[in-house]
């Protein structure tokens, strides 16, 4: 383990970098059997809270959420398949991927051709165990490695799921960071996937740990930090929220966000809304990374982008979900991610945080012409020379571009500068007086 | 000849493939020595007029059409070269691509010298004989194969052209299928040229074949099938016409269908019309396909698209016209056409026609978030599978764009998938109450 | 020398080609120690004013312009280092690079160690003498051969310049040609730079042969020509013009316009402007030539394109300013530049200027359909040839496009045909009666 030291001991947090910190805790979560309901989800909240003060929220089962029903809480103890020899062939202690989630209770004895109707494999994978889950058509069944279930004799088997489906409630947690407006950042990671580390154990656990790195930070935007089952959980708390996400100006769904494929972006349904622009700005500085067009297929962005609500919205994650051998079987297990790589996912979050919070529109005081640099020490005192240096660049383009309709990500945009440097730029040249804010933030 | 069973006997039409029917049509159109005016084009729409009821024009001349007046009558019976040597040397009985096309009445003896300033030959194809015309300048002309020319020995040789130029008429087919609307589809096929197999017996045999075709459906927009002669025909239909063209919505010109060549489409003069965008569709799914912007060289869309009528009417072909060797030459005969291709192009207008009369604009019923479609029975039950098929993704498609704002053929190009599949998702949607027709269909 | 005859007489102005009178010029300018202010800014006009009749401007010292103040006035006489063996180390005399530009009176006697700290030199480019300024802030220094000043002996140095840097005034030269109309094309060469051949005695010995050339044009356009110390001397004429820059329709800055790199144009702010669509038209019919995005570095389009101007002025040079080995060096010498590509440059000019003359939107009288240009003599008689050459396609263009809405610029862009080939096109139309000019140019 990266994060103990070489004597045995444990470095205290702070001295712990953030990628292990975030992988660490994505560890914790990762043995828990989570679904869609259910005490893995209130688990996960419980390790979550450790981190970041959740408000935790119960929706009773039957409760109309916008076109939807809660369903039943599911909770399960144990599964198993005993052969005809008596040796136990799976085992739910030894893998929550073996039972379909949501399994209704079952108890008998079958003969392998009508258990095998149960029985869920990946031929093309066959020694990893695929995630299958029933949440709405009561059923039970089995996934397994698909070596195992081809050395299994004809015969007799018991199957034995010791699970109930009971009227109960759904669980999700909330947390709020609040900043000066009540605009806000909405920030979403689904809670329902059991021991898929990718998927999504590393976008619950980055998303604790940003929350929980803002804490001490005055903002201007409030975040908004939701840790729901997917679909039915982005719809209950869509269903108890109508009335407020009109507050929502920027939105990010993640998952996925710790293994080793370069970043991804894909866009929210208006695709050039302000979180678009922003993270395509970032990423478009980042060797691979990919930015991809909405599509109605994916997390809970389906749901934020709905064309009732229209959410900016969009969605982060490393590997595209769906498209790695890994996805969705035992194989997504914590050696399929890395501090690394939940490190430089939360970096680039980080860097998407400071665009919003740092973006706003110049006013060039000075307009005619460009202001005399130099006699306020702004500029190299000795021209002729080869290259400006960026600074002196970003100096540029935002006295240029600062005519109250560009922001700092629009003059970004134009001039291939880093968001960063000319928002030092701008706040030099404010402090120098030939900056003012316009009127208006409307145009960016 | 392939529409012939192995017996020998015939097949009724209705077994025959399309593309053999064009193709027999488009044989029989063959041997026929049309012209802008003339008997030709009367025993061409003769034959049209066994598939499709036509309503045949008649427009004498002189009668002022826009810009110009309808020619004099031309009409021959025969033309020949004799040598030296008493021999035929060239005879418009073997091939009406001989005599310059509306070449004027002429008897004479010529020495070589004299005749070669009347003799049209392509150097470069030495084998084919070229395709002349001289409609608005009275000359007398033959083409020929260069290497035939070159082979005549000096001396005097015997022409002859029986032809007639003289008052009549410009004669034009026309066919309109009534749709529940007003509102026209104009479908335009020049008449004009002699024996060229691709151009354009394959467009009018085509033509001909799909307005037979309309008959038995019922449809939304009107099909108005044009036969003319190219620029005097669509001029004359124009003129006589002014008052009724704001009601064409879509139009499509059609020449050179039949050959080997991947389908090709130049765009309407506006360059986003309705049918610019439901043939970028269609040919979008086509290998090798090619879209072409407008320019005013070309067909008959040169008249529909001029300035003052700025019609939405692009130009459908294979091989585009000008660019292939065998074009506007002798080598343009029956074996430059497939039915294979007559059939490719066939299936191509019938879907551009089912876009057009299948497009409307769906209002999502349950906008916010995703309805439950599993409830509905639309929707794989058991979720977590790597891959949700295309019907699915079509359902969520449309969900998703019905904001009344996209049109099906806008969620087509958003979408990239296929029209029809889009059209019965929306349909099933729409059975399931959740989709209604938005208010107008202005937007698209 | 090219414009010498082989019997060494020199032949007439006017029959030496116009690069080898441009090159000529540039000689003549480029021995002159030039500065933003002082006496070889006065010689270097002195000479333009033979060809150009210049109107001179002195602006006196401690004038506020803008947001500068017209600096101090620079006058050098001579400046050397002597070594300790009594040697002449670096002579002003022999190359007036080898002075920072703008440097204080100084004499005294060092050790080379002190020297070295007023000693610039480019380690990578050992022989070449950089070129360097120190406009604003009181220095002085010398520049060399990296090469040299390794060879220099350890001791001590005789040091002495002998500059003034008093009150006095900044220079510049204007010069307008009077079009029928008061809308202007300025354009603006910079005069500040001693012998750099390419940076920027081209474009000065350029703009005044080009401005020689317009005496006998009869233009629409007033054009007037701006030969100004770089930076200070466009604010100092932005500054006393601020009333009269509204008149500016296009602009363009030029420099660096003799060396053997393909021509590059330098959008203006907006972008869209009329000179930068020109200028793109005429550069995409040159090989290899660039366009680039507007970027507030560079020349006096940083001032022109100001935020609080914002004219529409953009940048022609052939090698990019900063990029080429050769800029701000000794090595940009008269070999650097050739009387071919000084002439390529001019030509380039000229086809801008001719668009910009030529341009206007005509109005189609006969848009109904093409107008039957046949019988005007317009159009080859002998229909079914080929191809239609060139001057039938700019016919068919020109008239299609004819609707009020498309300038000839814009026809150009659509169409992909030279401008010139379209402007002969619409006299031709418009000699036919087939056109009118649209009631207002409004719309380009």
Known sequence: MEHVNPDGTCPPPASIGVGQRIYALAEQLFPICRSITGDGVRQTLDILSRHVDLERHEVPTGTQVLDWTVPREWNIRSASITGPDGQTVVDFAS??????????????????????????????????????????????????????????????????????????????????????????????????????????????ALLATLARSLRTRQTRYSYRFLFAPATIGSITWLSRNEDRVHLIDHGLVLSCVGDAASPTYKRSRCGDAFIDRAMAHVLGREAGARLMDFSPYGYDERQYCSPGFNLPVGMFQRGVHGTFPEYHTSADNLDFIGPEHLEDSFRILTEVIDIVEEDWTPLNLSPKGEPQLGRRGLYAALGGQKSSGATSMSLLWVLNLADGRHSLLSMAERSGLPFMELAAAARLLSDHGLLAEAASEAVR
């Open 95 to 204: 893998s929550n991927l073996h039972v379909v989630n949501y399994s209704v209770r079952f108890k008998g004895i079958l003969p392998l051709d009508q258990l095998r109707a149960h029985i869920h494999t990946l031929p093309e994978q066959p020694q990893v165990i695929p995630y299958r889950t029933s949440y709405y058509a009561p059923a039970w069944g089995f996934c397994m490695a698909h070596d195992r279930l081809a050395r299994m004799p004809d015969g007799f088997y018991r199957v034995e799921i010791d699970a109930d489906l009971e009227d109960g409630s759904l669980t999700y947690g909330e947390y709020l960071h609040r900043g000066w407006t009540d605009r806000e950042f909405l920030l979403s990671a689904h809670i329902c996937h059991p021991s898929l580390a990718n998927d999504n154990c590393s976008g619950l």
